[in-house]
């Protein structure tokens, strides 16, 4: 999206909103160093995290300076300097089914000081950013949810889903045939340009991944402070295809559960981040990760809900799947934007009357698809009387669902089929036949998964 984030006018509705509870709305210059730090401490208060080091604060500096950072100040307080609410927002791309990517918001950072909560900060600052979303030409928003009860009121939905991935390691018999490539050890500074690169290779083809962003990818690798505890305990492996291209690589660490028998089982090998641009690479890195000695079990954290992991070792039973959580929620804004942005398994018609109570996406949109999977979408100027729904009805049997825009956003990247929400009372389906088919289109062939917090 080429617009420049200062160009976002402020939120009138969320600054009188927030005035009229004696709290100043600011957004944070970029450039005004002081602010921004006095504003990672108030996020970090906000999230129970410790103050910063040098080097964090450093790092988190130079990733919120190009995000359009919202503060709220009590003037009143002794540290006036110090927000009692902060939200950090920026323009990014997310992966859709089809290998395509659709303009998103991303919104992050929502935090109230516990002095300050419960009185309608949140709501303010979350309705703001849907204006901002809307000026910055975003189809939808999206963000990852500390609590499942806090964002369906404004329209968000899970949208995509992770789980934790826990494999007993000697248990582990290979049955897949070996890659053609090799896994090697690299050190983390050296990994920086390619891992950035893999990783958008492997985010463009998963759908629910979002862009990353450089200080994301120095921390993942902990070149941001290599000094640290944290950093010095990261090893990072890369695979390269038969023709020395690097085509995945895992960053992980060894750590030592509290609990277990003095023995190798409390050894666990955790991975947070393992990207792979081919299903190839895939394979190798969980193959290496499996292997090692004096390890007892593999855990992978925001794994896919869907890992081929199962199919690559004999006892599959050596896997368990647990913490499945509802990763990535969706607030679709524009849904001819959304719709045509992402591609679907066949072809067909289809109208949706989507209810939105805050109007972003309300409306009814008769959808073409083509032999391709493309979509073309028509919002249609009113919504159709119930005689004239009827009498069309009667002409020529129109497939359709009526559902809310968290439905939308619920069934948009395929996580979950309109039937199923059907029989949960949330979609109903204006003609017989028309959830099937609903169903078909909008399955993905790869299942949504973000495998980050952001
Ligand atoms: C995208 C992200 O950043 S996710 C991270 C969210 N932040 C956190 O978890 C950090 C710790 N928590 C907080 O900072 C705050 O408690 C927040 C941000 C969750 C809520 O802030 P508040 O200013 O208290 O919320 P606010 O008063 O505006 O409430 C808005 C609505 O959410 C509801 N609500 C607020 N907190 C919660 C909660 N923990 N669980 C369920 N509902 C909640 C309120 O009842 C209210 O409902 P209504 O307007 O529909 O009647």
Same mark, same amino acid.
């Given at each position: 999206m080429p617009f420049d984030l200062r160009d976002i006018p402020l939120d009138q509705k969320a600054e009188a909103a927030l005035a009229a509870r004696g709290l100043e709305y600011r957004v944070v210059d970029p450039d005004d160093r002081a602010g921004l730090e006095a504003w990672v401490a108030a996020d970090r208060r906000g999230f129970h995290e410790n103050r910063a080091d040098e080097a964090e604060l450093a790092r988190e500096v130079s990733v919120f300076a190009d995000r359009r950072v919202h503060a709220v100040h +009590? %003037? #009143? $307080? @002794? &540290? %006036? *300097? =110090? %927000?009692v609410a902060t939200v950090a927002s920026w323009p990014t791309g997310l992966s859709v089914p089809g290998g395509r990517s659709v303009d998103g918001w991303a919104v992050s950072s929502v935090t109230v000081a516990p002095t300050h909560r419960r009185r309608g900060v949140a709501r303010a600052l979350m309705e703001g950013e849907l204006q901002n979303a809307v000026a910055a030409g975003a189809a939808l928003a999206m963000l990852t949810a500390s *609590?499942? #009860? $806090?964002y369906g009121r404004y329209g968000f939905a899970p949208a995509a889903r992770a789980a934790t991935v826990e494999v007993a390691r000697r248990r582990v018999e290979w049955i897949a045939p070996l890659e053609p490539g090799r896994v090697q050890f690299v050190a983390p500074e050296v990994m920086r340009t390619a891992a950035a690169s893999i990783a958008r290779r492997a985010v463009a083809r998963t759908p629910g991944e979002i862009d990353r962003w450089p200080g994301l990818i120095d921390r993942m690798l902990g070149t941001h402070a290599p000094d640290s505890e944290r950093s010095r305990s990261i090893r990072v492996a890369r695979y390269d295809d038969r023709h020395d291209q690097p085509q995945g690589f895992v960053v992980f660490r060894v750590k030592h559960d509290p609990g *277990? &028998? +003095?023995? +190798? @089982?409390?050894s666990v090998l955790e991975f947070d981040f393992l990207a792979a641009a081919t299903d190839e690479a895939e394979r190798a890195l969980w193959r290496f990760l499996t *292997?090692? @000695? $004096? =390890?007892g079990r593999v855990r992978g954290r925001l794994r896919s809900v869907d890992e081929p992991l199962p199919w690559l070792i004999a006892d599959r039973r050596a896997i368990t799947v647990r913490d499945v959580v509802d990763h990535l929620w969706l607030r679709i804004l524009d849904p001819v934007a959304a719709l045509e942005a992402r591609r679907y398994s066949g072809s067909g018609s289809l109208v949706l009357d989507i209810d939105d109570p805050q109007g972003y996406a309300a409306g009814r949109f008769e959808i073409e698809f083509s032999a391709k999977g493309h979509a073309e979408v028509r919002r249609s100027e009113s919504a159709p009387t119930d005689a004239s729904a009827r009498a069309a009805r009667r002409s020529r049997p129109v497939q359709g669902l009526r559902l809310g825009v968290a439905e939308l956003g619920a069934i948009y990247l395929g996580d979950v089929a309109p039937s199923l929400l059907a029989r949960a009372g949330r979609v109903v389906e204006t003609t017989p036949g028309s959830l099937a088919l609903a169903d078909r289109l909008f399955a993905s062939p790869r299942a949504p998964h973000l495998s980050i917090w952001f």
């Amino acid at each position: 999206m080429p617009f420049d984030l200062r160009d976002i006018p402020l939120d009138q509705k969320a600054e009188a909103a927030l005035a009229a509870r004696g709290l100043e709305y600011r957004v944070v210059d970029p450039d005004d160093r002081a602010g921004l730090e006095a504003w990672v401490a108030a996020d970090r208060r906000g999230f129970h995290e410790n103050r910063a080091d040098e080097a964090e604060l450093a790092r988190e500096v130079s990733v919120f300076a190009d995000r359009r950072v919202h503060a709220v100040h +009590d %003037p #009143t $307080l @002794d &540290a %006036p *300097e =110090i %927000p009692v609410a902060t939200v950090a927002s920026w323009p990014t791309g997310l992966s859709v089914p089809g290998g395509r990517s659709v303009d998103g918001w991303a919104v992050s950072s929502v935090t109230v000081a516990p002095t300050h909560r419960r009185r309608g900060v949140a709501r303010a600052l979350m309705e703001g950013e849907l204006q901002n979303a809307v000026a910055a030409g975003a189809a939808l928003a999206m963000l990852t949810a500390s *609590e499942a #009860t $806090l964002y369906g009121r404004y329209g968000f939905a899970p949208a995509a889903r992770a789980a934790t991935v826990e494999v007993a390691r000697r248990r582990v018999e290979w049955i897949a045939p070996l890659e053609p490539g090799r896994v090697q050890f690299v050190a983390p500074e050296v990994m920086r340009t390619a891992a950035a690169s893999i990783a958008r290779r492997a985010v463009a083809r998963t759908p629910g991944e979002i862009d990353r962003w450089p200080g994301l990818i120095d921390r993942m690798l902990g070149t941001h402070a290599p000094d640290s505890e944290r950093s010095r305990s990261i090893r990072v492996a890369r695979y390269d295809d038969r023709h020395d291209q690097p085509q995945g690589f895992v960053v992980f660490r060894v750590k030592h559960d509290p609990g *277990e &028998a +003095d023995n +190798d @089982d409390r050894s666990v090998l955790e991975f947070d981040f393992l990207a792979a641009a081919t299903d190839e690479a895939e394979r190798a890195l969980w193959r290496f990760l499996t *292997e090692h @000695d $004096l =390890i007892g079990r593999v855990r992978g954290r925001l794994r896919s809900v869907d890992e081929p992991l199962p199919w690559l070792i004999a006892d599959r039973r050596a896997i368990t799947v647990r913490d499945v959580v509802d990763h990535l929620w969706l607030r679709i804004l524009d849904p001819v934007a959304a719709l045509e942005a992402r591609r679907y398994s066949g072809s067909g018609s289809l109208v949706l009357d989507i209810d939105d109570p805050q109007g972003y996406a309300a409306g009814r949109f008769e959808i073409e698809f083509s032999a391709k999977g493309h979509a073309e979408v028509r919002r249609s100027e009113s919504a159709p009387t119930d005689a004239s729904a009827r009498a069309a009805r009667r002409s020529r049997p129109v497939q359709g669902l009526r559902l809310g825009v968290a439905e939308l956003g619920a069934i948009y990247l395929g996580d979950v089929a309109p039937s199923l929400l059907a029989r949960a009372g949330r979609v109903v389906e204006t003609t017989p036949g028309s959830l099937a088919l609903a169903d078909r289109l909008f399955a993905s062939p790869r299942a949504p998964h973000l495998s980050i917090w952001f």
